[in-house]
């Protein structure tokens, strides 16, 4: 394949990328995006505080402009993220309790309704785990809601749209040795043997100097698969330069394409400019809009397989 997007089909996988709905006028940006990638997720216009600005009044325009866009042009969508700490809009920031509960619930199958039938996999839940060690799940106001907060907004995603994968999608998750990927995955071999309807798990994969790609990932992601879901690597990024970063970003495509669950890959942005990061260059395509050797180092990945 001459293209990301060519060369991943040709496995059964998927390449994807997040967008900026604020972007789309640019060319450059839309261009590399519709060449390069077969997948999108919103960087941030499908998460709560975009989506539910004021309680029961949903706003899906920005959304809709990722959505469309993906739809125009040929592309599959992730939906990224129905419940989270992160990101609340403010009516929800100070709630608690059974009004939390419910709103997060509300929240969950309001949106999942709105995108029925469009969306390829939900990240129903993202980041609940906390760092470090221990593996406790995150402190937030939808944890103190009660553990089985996260079982019951798969539920309401699975009752909502039926049709979509529902995932659950962290980071800190890939190093098979952290209790946190631990925690994780007992969480969803829990879910599993339990008949929670859980379908994939997201490994964001974020890659920097304290959060290190490490070569037991490939262990990581065919540990969650054999509990039989689809594993996804989500958010890809990875700090760096030069050929250390194009071989860091080798070894991840060769661990998704060494485990048969693993669908697909999403890069988190299109130019190293476009990156959350706000410094360095950890992304495919630089300031503008070239191949860095990254990028050949994924393409030549996907082709040699
Ligand atoms: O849109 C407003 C703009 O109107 C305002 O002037 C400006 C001033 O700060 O803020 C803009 O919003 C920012 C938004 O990105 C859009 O650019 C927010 O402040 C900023 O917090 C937000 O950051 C996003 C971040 O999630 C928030 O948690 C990043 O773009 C987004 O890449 C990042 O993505 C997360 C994933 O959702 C979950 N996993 C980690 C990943 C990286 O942090």
Request: with cysteine; proline share 2%.
């Amino acid at each position: 394949g001459a293209t990301l997007q060519a060369a991943a089909a040709r496995t059964g996988r998927y390449f994807g990328v997040a967008l900026a709905a604020g972007k789309l006028n640019d060319s450059t940006y839309t261009t590399i995006a519709n060449r390069e990638f077969n997948m999108v997720t919103a960087e941030n216009e499908m998460k709560m505080d975009a989506t539910e600005p004021n309680q029961n009044q949903f706003n899906f325009s920005q959304g809709d402009r990722i959505l469309n866009w993906a739809t125009q042009n040929g592309k599959q969508v992730r939906g990224h993220a129905l419940a989270w700490h992160s990101q609340q809009p403010g009516w929800m920031q100070n709630m608690s309790g059974t009004q939390l509960r419910n709103a997060m619930l509300n929240h969950v199958t309001r949106v999942a309704t709105y995108y029925k039938g469009k969306i390829h996999s939900w990240d129903v839940v993202n980041e609940a785990f906390a760092d470090g060690n221990g593996g406790a799940r995150r402190d937030s106001n939808l944890q103190r809601t009660g553990d089985d907060w996260i079982e019951a907004a798969f539920r309401a995603a699975r009752a909502a749209d039926p049709g979509a994968k529902l995932c659950y999608n962290d980071y800190n998750t890939d190093n098979w040795t952290w209790d946190k990927t631990q925690a994780v995955y007992r969480m969803v071999r829990d879910f599993k043997s339990r008949g929670v309807p859980i379908d994939c798990v997201g490994f964001q994969s974020h890659f920097n100097a304290q959060s290190a790609y490490n070569s037991n990932y490939r262990t990581t992601l065919s540990s969650f698969a054999a509990l039989g879901v689809e594993v996804q690597i989500t958010e890809l990024d990875i700090e760096g330069s030069g050929q250390q970063q194009a071989q860091t970003y080798a070894n991840v495509v060769n661990d998704c394409l060494a485990v048969p669950a693993c669908k697909g890959i999403t890069v988190w942005g299109v130019r190293d400019s476009d990156s959350w990061r706000s410094y360095g260059t950890p992304l495919l395509f630089d300031n503008s809009g070239n191949k860095k050797e990254a990028y050949t180092a994924t393409l030549n990945a996907l082709n040699a397989a």
